[in-house]
């Protein structure tokens, strides 16, 4: 579950440096709300990845309780 987190941060991170290097001056708005979007979609996935992950740990301790 940390690589997890771990993963899910790098990807932000990567996400977030990629999209202030591509900013220019006569777009900094359409930068600013790509940048929202993406940001939006990493965290997202990573909540889906945990929620995945939670559920595998349900389910294995409801398989080992029976």
Do not use: H, R, W, Y
């Not at 579950?1 to 006569?26: D, E, H, P, R």
């Amino acid at each position: 579950m940390k690589n997890t987190f771990k993963f899910g941060f790098l990807a932000l991170a990567i996400s977030v440096a990629a999209a202030a290097c591509n900013n220019t001056a006569t777009e900094g708005e359409q930068s600013a709300d790509s940048l929202q979007t993406e940001i939006e979609a990493q965290v997202e996935s990573s909540i889906d990845s945990i929620d995945s992950i939670g559920e595998s740990a349900v389910d294995s301790l409801d398989s080992l309780s029976n």
